[in-house]
């Protein structure tokens, strides 16, 4: 592996400039305004697998965003694997906190300051270029796929509709993803778990027209006060969800298993001071590794209504609305879940105001054997660049398609994340370091390899 070492060496400043230009491009899925910008990155993602060596490369077209499809096959003998990643991004929103522009990324304190940096363009771009290294020097050991989608940030929903159409083209022995995050630059980690997602939008109306305040109020609804009173009593004095049926599929860890998963290196003090906040919140027993990792949460993403621009407006207003995330654990479906949100907040709401209730997307939590081979090539890969054995963790967030994979191409998933919790993935000044970019592509061959040795 030495020879990949030295291409890495010399072509490193050449790999972050292709990154850089990469995060340029503004791919936000969500907002159509950016429509040519997701084409633009999807063309751009598949030149540079091409360029890498990939053959069969193509934009294969879907309802919404193109998926970017290569391969190369070595032999049908040899394992396959699977690379899945993402070429969209979240909205930059709010611009007004960003220390430099979301889509003009700059390199600062060894860290790409850039809307995509870890999330998941900087992460999904070590392996198109640990590819060429392994290409260049003939060094690819077994047969890879990569499938790159552009619909991560918005639900996945055509990349299921893909998948259940190409389960032949897509065949493969294991699925390699980097989306998540390690604990530390010196102690890796491996995502062995991921919690599911139920994501809703409430909408609360009450008169048919904004009101003057002065001159209705007190007599008529107030919908966003009642929106607020509403998503207050989703919980009680101990954080716990209050939604009926919401915790019957939930699996209580056994005091050893949660003696295990709090051997995880935590500093709460760290945790709080680089969030700064005094204290930690969350549901009553648990600690904070625990809420994150195990349990399911409920939390307002976004809220709405009334007037909010510059100045004062006395507005009684019409309407009020808030986008509700629910991550869950194993066991629990989200489809039943945001059929048990849809019921109690409509049963709760007063006389007084309408209430509609919207479901976007979801998907299952996952749990990965630690005892596969995958896992174990993914944990000596990790060992061998970091110098240490890589620590098992259950990440709180989710990605629905790990779950999918499983389901129609009966695959598990290694989740080899380079990114770090404090990187502001979906928020301002998102960043992804230099280190972790450099690390991520120097480990990937060193799967392959293992990968490859243990499978024969």
Known sequence: MEILQSYLQQNKERFLEELLALLRIPSVSADPAYKEAVFKTAEYVAQKLKDAGADAVELCPTAGYPIVYGE?????????????????????DPLDLWHSPPFEPV?????IYARGSCDDKGQMYMHLKAF???MQNNALPCNVKFMIEGEEEVGSNNLGIFVKNNR????CDIVLISDTSMIANDVPSIT?????LSYMEVEVTGPNRDLHSGVYGGAVANPINILCEMIASLHDENKHITIPGFYDAVRELSAAERQSLNQKPFDEAKYKTDLGIAETWGEKGYTTTERVGIRPTLDVNGIWGGYTGEGAKTVLPSKAKAKISMRLVPNQDSAHISKLFEEHFKKIAPAAVKVKVTAHHGGEAVVTPTDSLAFQAAAEAFETTFGKKPIPTYDGGSIPIVALFKKELHTDTILMGFGL????????NEHYGLFNFYKGIETIPYFYQYYTAKMR
């Open 72 to 92: 190369k096959i070595i032999s049908p003998n040899l394992p396959t694997v699977l690379v899945y990643g993402h070429y969209d991004v979240q909205p930059p």
């Open 107 to 111: 390199v600062k304190n060894e860290k």
């Open 132 to 134: 060429e290294a392994m």
């Open 168 to 171: 032949e083209k897509l065949l």
């Open 192 to 196: 062995a778990g991921l919690r599911g």
């Open 421 to 428: 919790d404090s990187d502001a993935i979906h928020s301002p």
